[in-house]
């Protein structure tokens, strides 16, 4: 929890409404929110701010959804750089020469990463959820970013400590110095997991209730608390880091969340901007 305040807030512009973060906010120099399914042009069971282009919606009204967010908050959709998302553990480095790379086609995102870092100024980031949790790193000292997929493989590749790892060989980052922030993602009243997935994660992070078996007998894993717990690990202060501690599949008016729809459904978005 942080000193004061809320960890993650929601801001709305028009219909669109979205979360941003105060302690970044307080920092400066950054743009830094998670995107809701309000807000936006897509039907179905797109409704509405669909900002993934390879989930089967309409391209055309995707790209009209990212302009109209992209506006909200005062950048350019067609600079946006998002990766892969392979669920794996890499973070790629990014500058000016990749703006636009899966801007409007996803085959031309960063292959084979999961996360993207910047020390670059208007480069925004963006990677999409549909129940993964989203990291958010920024050093206000250093002025560099991380924007970070998390889902299950990536969470127990520690890519959060990755992340931190490449803020700080390609930046001098000191993770003392970082802040960070924990977004809206499955959580542990809805993430229900095999034993053997529990039995992997309770050998990787022991104690602190993070793998719970419930009283219907069903394994549950918090990845919120989880990854909170691999950037202290890895030296971030536990007061610098905001977890918004909202399920996506406990709230369908507010996300798409791909463990309530069974698959078929649209995607969030976190964006990262230095400005
Ligand atoms: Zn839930």
């Known amino acids: 929890m942080s000193g004061s305040g809320a960890d993650f807030t929601t801001q709305r512009v028009r219909d669109l409404l979205f979360y941003t973060i105060p302690r970044f906010a307080r920092a400066g120099g950054v743009v830094a929110v998670f995107s809701t399914r309000r807000g936006g042009r897509s039907s179905e069971v797109y409704a509405t701010l669909n900002l993934g282009l390879h989930v089967g919606d309409d391209p055309e009204t995707v790209l009209t959804n990212r302009a109209l967010f992209c506006g909200a908050l005062g950048l350019d959709h067609r600079h946006l750089v998002s990766c892969a998302q392979v669920h794996g553990t890499t973070v790629a480095v990014v500058g000016a020469g990749d703006r636009g790379r899966g801007a409007f086609d996803p085959a031309q995102a960063v292959p084979g990463a999961d996360g993207l870092a910047t020390d670059t100024p208007g480069v925004p980031l963006i990677s999409f959820y549909g129940d993964c949790v989203p990291l958010f790193l920024y050093d206000p000292v250093k002025r560099a970013i991380a924007l970070v997929h998390a889902g299950w493989r990536g969470t127990l590749g520690r890519i959060g400590s990755r992340a931190l790892a490449v803020l700080r060989k390609s930046f001098g980052s000191s993770p003392a110095e970082v802040l960070a922030a924990v977004g809206p993602a499955i959580g542990p009243c809805c993430y229900i997991v095999?034993?053997?997935?529990?039995?992997?994660?309770?050998?990787?992070?022991?104690?602190?209730?993070?793998?719970?078996?419930?009283?219907?007998?069903?394994?549950?894993?918090?990845?919120?608390?989880?990854?909170?717990?691999?950037?202290?690990?890895?030296?971030?202060?536990?007061?610098?880091?905001?977890?918004?501690?909202?399920?996506?599949?406990?709230?369908?008016?507010?996300?798409?969340?791909?463990?309530?729809?069974?698959?078929?459904?649209?995607?969030?978005?976190?964006?990262?901007?230095?400005?």
């Open 194 to 275: 095999g034993s053997d997935l529990a039995a992997q994660f309770a050998w990787e992070f022991p104690g602190g209730d993070l793998v719970r078996r419930g009283a219907d007998g069903a394994w549950r894993l918090d990845l919120w608390s989880i990854n909170r717990r691999i950037l202290i690990e890895a030296g971030v202060k536990s007061a610098n880091i905001a977890v918004a501690r909202r399920c996506t599949a406990c709230a369908p008016g507010e996300f798409f969340s791909h463990r309530a729809s069974r698959g078929k459904t649209g995607r969030m978005a976190a964006i990262m901007m230095l400005e």
